[in-house]
Structure formats: C-alpha cells, structure tokens
C-alpha cells in the first residue's frame, strides 16, 4: 500500500488538491462556479491533452493547437449549410486532422533536425497563417454556430442548470478519457507512441518507425483540438477568426504545465483546476478594485505560486 | 569559458594565414556599397513625405525590439513571449510621464526604459529559477495580465481613448524624429556589440551552449540569465517610447499576444545573434504594410486572387507575413542575417566567400522549448 502511495505519489497529489478545491467551493456556496468551471475545464483539458502528446512526440510546444480547432470551427460552419449537422461536426474534424496531418509533413518534419526553438516559432507560424487565412475568409466580425443540442438548461446540478451542449462537453470528455487511456496502455500502436516520447532511440531499435508516429500524434493532437473548438464554442452561439488561441491556447498551456508537461491524466486534471479558478477568481471579492479581466491575473498568480513551489508541476515526475 | 565567434573558428586554423587586405579597387567597391546604404537610410527619407517617414520611424524602432528579443533568444535562449508587454510599457510610460506629468520627452525615455529594466528585475527575480519552457509560460502570462489589467488602469493610458505622446521639441518634425530614432538604434548596436564583447556577454554565450558546464566555469547561472533579461527590458522599454512619440498617441488595444508573435518571427526571420539581420528583419516586417502599397502592381495583383474579399495592404501582410516565415525556417533556418553573412564580412574588408554561413554550433541547441 505505501509503495503504491509512494509511486503514485504525483497523482495523488493532484487528486487531493481537486477534492479539496471541490469541496472548498461547496461549502462556501461557488457551485455555479464549480459547475462552470468544470465545464470550460474539460475544454481546456482538451487542448492541453493535445500539447501534452505533441510535447512528448516532438518537443515543442505546439502553437497551432488553438487554430486547430478554429479551422474545425469554420469547416463546421460551412459545412453545416450543405449537409445535416452531424455529418458536418464529422466533415470539421477530418478537416482538423488533415490540417494537423499537412502541420506534420510540410513544416515539422523538415525541421526535425533543427534546434527546438526553431520548431517552436514554426508552429506559431502555423497559427498566425492560420488567422490571416481565416480573416482574410470570414472578415473579423462574429459569426453565429448551431448547437448540437438546441435545449438550454434543461438539467439542474447543485442548483446550476446546465445546456445540453455543456453535458455532451463532459459526456464526451469522459467516454474519451476511458478511451485514450484504454489506447495509450492496451493498444500496440499507443504503446509505440509513450516509447517513442521516452526513448525514441530505443524506440527505433525495435523496429518503430518513430516518424511515422510523429504525423500520426499530431493528427491525433489535432482531432483532440478540432473536438474541444466544436463542443465548447457552439455554446456560446458565435465565434470569429482565432478565437480558441486568444480564449483557450494560454489556459491550455497552463494546463499542461500544471500537469507537468508529460503526464496525459495531468493535463486533464490541470485542465478542470484552470477552469475552475479561473471561473471562481472572476466572482471572487478580492479582485474587485483590479480593473478588466481579472480570470488570467489569476492564472498567472496561480502559476507562478506552482512554478516557485513545484516546478515540475502538481503531477509532474520529481527531478 | 570564451566562446566568441573568432575564438572558435581560430580553432581549426594552422598556421593562420596572412591576413587578407583587399586591393584598392575591392576598397572603392566596398565604399560604393557603403555609400548606396548610408544614402538609402540617411538621405533618401528627405525626399519622402511625412506619412511615409512614420513607417520607416517604425521599422527603425522595430529594429531596436528585435535587438531586444535577442538578446533573450539568441544569447541566452530564452523565450520570452510576451515581450508586447515590455513593449507597451515603455510606450504607456513615456506618454504617461510626457503627457500627465509634464516632464520633458527625455525623462519620458530614461522613465520607459527603467521601467523595462525594472519590471524585468522582480518579473525575473520572482522566477529567478525558472528557464527554458517555465520561462515562456511566465513571459506569456505576463503579457496576458499586462493586456487584460495593467493596460486597463485609467491614469495610466488614458483609458480606451489612449494617450498622447507629443514628439519633443528639437524633434518635432517626422524627418528629425526619424534621425533621433537612428541614433537610438545605433546607441543601442553599441551597447549590445561592446556588450558582448566583455566578460559578461561572454558567459551568456557559454549559459546558451550549457549552462551546467557554464555553472563549473564560475558562471553565476542566475545572475547572468537576470542580467539578460533586464538589458532586454531597457531594450524593450526604449523601443516602446519611441515608438509612442512616433506615433503621437498610445492605444491600449494594440499590445496583444498577435503582437508578440510577430515580434518573435522577425527576430527570427532576421536571424539570431546577426545584428545586421535583426535590424533588417525588423524593419522588414514593420514595413509590410507599406511596401506591398508602394510596389507598383503588386496590390493589383493581390486583388485578382480569388477570395470572399479583396487581400488589401491591411490584410495581406497576415497571410504573406507567415508564408516568409515558414519558407524562411524550412530554407534558411538561419534567417536573413545569415544569408546575408558573406557580403557582411565583404564588406567589413574580409574575403567573399559565398559559403561563409557562420558556425553551424552557433544554433540553439538546448532550448527545451
């Protein structure tokens, strides 16, 4: 039991911290921040899943992995004027993946060899095309997006009703994380990509072609994000040009280095902390002299606190 | 632990060759190139009008914003990506001290660049040690809370109208102020060549090689990453205030993360550790906008692309912008400053030597990024 405890030191860690927060936010009565912040969390949880796997494939923080999901926004939005709503969400994500896929080919894997920095800059290169493309597409103004789900508020939890599309957020969350988890530790193919992040030299030894990974988790990074955009930004009724890096990329980030930047239940868990701070900071009493928005002022006190106290990150391996 | 550029190549070299000396007539070439430049940067402006000079006053201060960011990313390879923040700071600090304090435009300057200096120090200082990836997240952050709160605060500018920032008074003309700002460039160049010829520019280069192997040479590893970062920050403050008076007027709305972006692909599109380079590449993408204006032809061309609408002068720098830096990294990893190299050392009296790209260890090559 206490090397069981001791070996999952990290985890437990991260746990404790989430139930203390929950239950922190019931009894001082935030639960309509806790229900929010769950929600907007999953999203973030999502995105920070994708930086985490490109993180481990290829090194870099991945800079595209908001206009992932922004192109999945337009491709929906196109899409959904010619054929019926579902076969549109799907048309969005093979789009996100082949941009993810094209991400791959054209730009990362020329710059294999390069110095990481180099690659960093690339993929936000990658999104600033992304978002010229797209203004130049769409002009800059707001676009409005149909829901999956047209019925608002239809469950109450803890009090705080719920729109459908907010459940299907976290249905979908659920069904996924059971099923990444299944993959990454069941499946030959995800094995392959963990010992390509460990040891791609080893990796190669035996027989893995761990290039052939890199497109493969980078198109995988880009479903996730392309899935989280779709979900997340119909419940809000309208989006415009670059609008998962300006309001998910950077709580994302935070996410995944919360998470410690390697662990995939990490950036889950670091997503649903971000989303819940951030939603209970913008109501707390004490920011209330700080003028505009206080959610990222939040963030940045809260991640400098972890990078000075544990800077591997909650649920990072010790160093 | 001296790894200047001429250290390194010396290496290799034995018996060193007879210095070469060019022949008067490789002299006189040299001078005509010399003089093309001096009179494309000093005299030709003259000749252009007013609106034209707020554009170059702009890629001028771009340069200085480059120089700043390499100083991060190219000598001790760090990221910082929210260098909008430094930026703008400087700007709003200046207008601030020029505008509601009444204090002369010089103080406005020494006030912005201090700033930049000083918000560097306790940023740096609170994360004194953190580097590589955690380095990033926190510029980023930072730059967010800069945008969001700090350039939200009413007194300090001028809320969503923004605040003026007259020119001073010897430099109250578009044609004065482009000089001011070239001789705060070239003040800045010196600055940052004598710098890396001491000691301590010295042992930045060995901190980006290795820093554990920098740390057994008696590199203070912090000190040094701090005192990087802060001479970005007087960089980065001073290039704001000019960029503030260039303007006449600060608005809060421009110093977003897009921004920072764009910052960061010129100093790498110029070429890390190439002052020629950065100087250019800043200039080049401030100048965007208006180059594809002025090339005859060239937005006619821009509009027969088909498209939901018109790539104008606004738009296309958005997407052509990216497209360079994508060919450049993918190409030319090395950026401007390097292509440019072998007629840099031409012209500063050496060999043409068309496959002079500089060391190849010169890279980054342990940034975990």
Not at chain 2, 103 to 113: D, M, T, Y
């Amino acid at each position: 039991m206490e090397s069981i405890l001791r070996q999952h030191r990290s985890k437990v860690i991260g746990l404790a911290l989430v139930v203390a927060l929950v239950v922190v936010l019931l009894v001082t009565g935030q639960k309509g921040a806790l229900v929010i912040g769950l929600s907007t969390g999953s999203a973030y949880g999502l995105l920070a899943l994708g930086l985490v796997l490109i993180y481990k494939s290829s090194g870099v923080f991945n800079f595209a992995q908001g206009e992932f999901g922004t192109v999945a926004l337009f491709a929906l939005y196109l899409l959904d004027f010619h054929v019926p709503y579902w076969v549109a969400l799907l048309g969005a994500l093979v789009v996100a993946g082949l941009m993810g896929f094209l991400t791959e080919r054209i730009i990362v894997r020329p710059l294999f060899e390069a110095p990481r920095v180099i690659l960093l800059v690339a993929t936000a290169g990658v999104a600033l095309l992304a978002i010229g493309v797209e203004i130049w597409l769409a002009t800059s103004t707001g676009k409005p997006i149909a829901k999956a789900f047209a019925t608002v508020d239809r469950v109450t939890v803890l009090g705080v009703q719920i729109s459908d599309q907010r459940l299907w957020l976290i249905a979908t969350l659920v069904v996924l994380a059971v099923l990444l988890g299944l993959f990454f530790t069941r499946t030959n193919l995800g094995l392959a990509i963990i010992g390509a992040s460990q040891e791609p030299t080893a990796t190669e030894l035996v027989g893995i072609s761990v290039r052939r990974l890199s497109s493969f988790t980078w198109v995988l990074a880009a479903l996730l994000g392309g899935l989280a955009a779709v979900i997340i930004i119909p419940d809000g009724g309208s989006f415009g040009p670059a609008i998962m890096t300006t309001q998910y990329l950077i709580p994302a980030f935070i996410a995944a280095v919360l998470g410690g930047m390697t662990s995939l239940p990490g950036a889950f868990v670091g997503g649903v902390l971000v989303g819940v701070v951030q939603s209970v900071a913008t109501s707390a009493p004490i920011f209330e002299d700080i003028p505009g928005t206080k959610s990222t002022l939040v963030l940045f006190v809260v991640l400098l606190g972890v990078l000075l106290v544990r800077p591997q990150g909650l649920l990072g391996k010790g160093s | 632990m001296t790894v200047t550029r001429e250290d390194t190549s010396a290496v290799g070299r034995k018996p060193p060759p007879a210095r070469f000396r060019p022949s008067p007539i490789g002299w006189a070439l040299r001078g005509v190139i010399w003089l093309g430049v001096a009179y494309l940067v000093l005299v030709f402006p003259l000749s252009r009008p007013a609106g034209d000079l707020v554009s170059y006053t702009t890629a001028v201060c771009y340069g200085i914003v480059a120089l700043s960011l390499n100083v991060l990313l190219g000598y001790v390879g760090q990221i910082s990506l929210g260098h909008q923040a430094f930026v703008g700071l400087g700007a709003f600090t200046s207008a601030y001290m020029v505008t509601e304090q009444g204090q002369s435009f010089w103080v406005g300057v020494l006030a912005a660049a201090a700033i930049g200096g000083g918000q560097a120090l306790v940023l740096g200082g609170v994360s004194l040690r953190i580097r590589g990836l955690y380095f990033a997240l926190i510029t980023l952050s930072y730059g967010l809370v800069a945008e969001q709160n700090i350039f939200q605060i009413q007194e300090l500018t001028g809320g969503g109208a923004g605040q003026p920032a007259p020119k001073p008074e010897l430099f109250n003309t578009e044609w004065r102020y482009y000089y001011l700002c070239l001789a705060f460039l070239a003040l800045v160049l010196l600055v940052d060549w004598r710098m890396m010829r001491s000691k301590a520019g010295r042992s930045l280069l060995a901190l980006r090689e290795n820093p554990r192997v920098a740390a057994t040479f008696g590199i203070n590893v912090r000190m040094a990453t701090l005192f990087a970062f802060v001479v970005s920050g007087v960089f980065a403050g001073l290039a704001g205030a000019l960029i503030a008076h260039n303007d006449t007027f600060v608005s809060p709305d421009v110093w977003n993360f897009n921004l920072a972006l764009v910052f960061i692909i010129m100093t790498v599109v110029g070429g890390l550790r190439s002052r020629a380079g950065l100087v250019i590449g800043g200039a080049f993408f401030a100048l965007m906008p208006y180059l594809i204006e002025k090339i005859p032809g060239f937005t006619d061309l821009l509009a027969k692309i088909p498209g939901p609408q018109d790539l104008t002068p606004e738009i296309a720098p958005l997407v052509i912008g990216p497209l360079l830096l994508l060919l450049t990294l993918i190409q030319f990893p090395g950026g401007i400053g390097q292509q440019l190299r072998p007629i840099t050392r031409w012209l500063g009296g050496r060999k043409f030597d068309l496959h002079d790209r500089g060391l190849k260890e010169v890279q980054i090559t342990d940034v975990r990024a």
